[in-house]
């Protein structure tokens, strides 16, 4: 039987400016903005749906699969 994977948003810390733009379309307010740095997204709440990276006008999101 195969591990479940849960979709999660991740976010290129190094580049991110913080901006804010995936924290309005967040829908479960699983984003916040760490420290005026960047943007972290609440694994416990993060369902990676995706919105948050269709967002970013820096395409600085991804979605990726990790083991539930």
Excluded: F, H, Q
């Amino acid at each position: 039987m195969s591990e479940k994977k849960k979709k999660l948003a991740w976010v290129d810390r190094t580049l991110c400016a913080a901006c804010g733009c995936c924290l309005k379309v967040c829908r479960r307010k699983a984003l916040t903005i760490y420290k005026g740095l960047y943007a972290r997204p609440d694994e416990a709440r993060c369902t990676g749906c995706g919105l948050c990276a269709k967002e970013c006008p820096a395409d600085l999101i991804a979605i990726r699969e990790v083991e539930a």
